[in-house]
């Protein structure tokens, strides 16, 4: 037989469509071609195989080979096929029998030696294979990922003589079983931050309603050792969240790492990050940090030291919770529904406002230095709250605070209220939803209409108020919303509302 056909799987975005391999012997000068589409790496790959092949004591056909990435439209990258081409070479020669070859998939980088080496994506490409009925083969390091995808069959392998020996009959590769994984519960704890018992607070509520938050003060007041605890405060994943978190973080350089399973993600890119790193881009998209960052945490410390291009990337996923990310040649689009954690400092030199009063910024330094982040950002941004200094004498009498699991539960209480009466977070309401589930009392309705008249609020404003002043009422347990739930709702929309 002198024609040989395998199944394995691309990667587009977070699709993994599934991918021929057809690989073909003729008589000829010998040659070895691939087309459909390869990139750079695939096409390296008949240096590997060629190289493994002989490794492992198989003969390399004296042929003209060519092998078919189908279907052809589809751009193929990364070293993932491999393995598929060197065991249809193998099959298409006669070296080692073809039966066995239709109801698995295939996916591995060869070194040299014939030795199979981890794939990106693995998790993704397991959960299309699992769609198919058809086994996947994977490199040992890999399967242990793949294996979260519930429903798929997954066999790990060390080497290519490995696979070889399990179509041949002569052995059999381990199915990978589904280890389970308990929820990683070793997030820095609050108590360790002394004061800031407002923040706290206003944290609390964030993670309650999934609201953004941007925390403005001097430098030491604790704004990172804040923003580290806040993951702790959130409920613990479901099967689902975890899954398209790790699918996510699969696609990435990196991979996923079993340890991280039910992790909520803690993305803290630096300053100097770009707008594709941050949203995701590239010939061949990838994810950025706000898709690293779903159902999880996205930090960015001194906000305006970002890039303003930077910054102004995240209005949309911050409302929608996806990114489309558009290409002459491809498109792909990932979920970024992350909560936004911010913090900055309330001038040029750090000390406004402190109770040292060293800063000697002026009004227009200020204004400039704040002008940096834009009024339609910063209205996404539903809770603002000053980080004050704390004295050294506070430091050394104040007693420790609650701690995160004490938190954690109040938190837990209110989500699971929310989800019972709308089924998503309050972050997540519409306008429409909003006007159904977060009516306000007379009182509430009364200084609400005076608050947009003072303050100019925009319509967004108004409605994100609502929204804030819901997880407020739902944290008390109230099913109606009160004056006081407005109230602080709208002193946590008021910082900084002056200089935008």
């Known amino acids: 037989m002198s024609l040989a056909v395998l199944h394995s799987r691309a990667l587009v975005g977070m699709d993994a469509p599934s991918v021929t391999v057809e690989v073909h012997l003729a008589n000829g000068l ?24 002989a490794n492992c004591r198989f003969e390399f056909p004296a042929r003209r080979v060519t092998v078919n990435l189908a279907p052809a439209e589809l751009p193929k990258e990364g070293g993932r096929f491999d393995l598929p081409i060197a065991l249809g070479i193998l099959a298409a020669s006669g070296q080692i029998p073809s039966e066995g070859l239709r109801g698995h998939e295939f996916a591995g980088e060869l070194s040299l030696s014939g030795e199979l080496r981890p794939v990106r994506g693995a998790l993704a490409m397991t959960l299309g294979s699992a769609k198919s009925g058809r086994s996947f083969v994977l490199p040992r390091e890999s ?9 798929a069959r997954v066999l790990a392998a060390r080497s290519l003589l490995e696979v070889c020996a399990h179509l041949a009959g002569d052995g059999q590769l381990q199915g990978t079983v589904r280890a389970p994984c308990p929820a990683a519960s070793d997030y820095p704890d609050l108590s360790d931050v002394k004061g800031q018992a407002q923040v706290k607070r206003a944290l609390e509520v964030a993670a309650a309603g999934g609201h953004s938050v941007l925390m403005t003060g001097p430098p030491g007041t604790g704004k ?9 405060l959130l409920p613990e994943m479901g099967e689902q969240e975890a899954l398209e978190s ?37 010939g061949d998209p990838r994810p950025g940090e706000i898709s690293l960052a779903h159902n999880g945490v996205l930090f960015l410390d001194e906000l305006p030291e970002f890039g303003r ?31 936004l954690v ?50 050294p004498e506070d430091l050394q009498l104040a007693a420790r605070g609650e701690s995160s699991a004490t938190v954690r539960g109040r938190v ?31 009182d509430g309705a009364l200084l609400l209409r005076q608050a947009i008249s003072r303050l100019t609020l925009s319509a967004r404003a108004y409605h994100r108020i609502l929204a804030v002043a819901r997880t407020i009422a739902d944290l008390a347990g109230m099913e109606r919303i009160g004056a006081a739930q407005v109230a602080e709702a709208i002193q946590y929309r008021r910082a900084g509302l002056a200089d935008h």
């Open 342 to 391: 911010a913090a900055m400092n309330p001038c040029n030199c750090g000390y406004l406002g402190h109770y040292n009063g060293r800063c000697r910024c002026t009004p227009d330094q200020i204004a400039r230095y704040r002008s940096k982040i834009s009024g339609p950002l910063l209205d996404r941004i539903d809770i603002r709250i000053d980080v004050p200094g704390l004295r």
């Open 224 to 232: 990172s050792m804040l923003a580290a605890r806040f993951p702790g």
């Open 143 to 151: 399967a242990g990922e793949g294996s979260l995808a519930a429903g």
């Open 30 to 53: 010998p040659s070895f071609t691939i087309v459909g589409l390869p990139e750079t790496e695939v096409k390296e790959s008949r240096d590997r195989v060629r190289a493994a092949l």
């Open 412 to 442: 837990v209480e209110a989500r699971d209220r929310a989800l019972r009466r709308q089924g998503k977070a309050n972050a997540e309401l519409t306008t429409r939803d909003i006007d159904k589930f977060c009516l306000p009392d007379e």
């Open 246 to 282: 790790a699918a996510i973080q699969s696609l990435a350089s990196g991979g996923f790492r079993i340890d991280n399973w039910k992790r909520r993600p803690f993305r803290a890119p630096h300053h100097s990050a770009s707008s594709v790193a941050l949203v995701g881009g590239g």
């Open 309 to 339: 291009r930077v910054l102004e990337t995240l209005r949309e996923p911050l409302e929608s919770g996806r990114i489309a990310i558009s290409r002459a040649a491809r498109q792909a689009e990932f979920p970024a529904r992350f909560q």
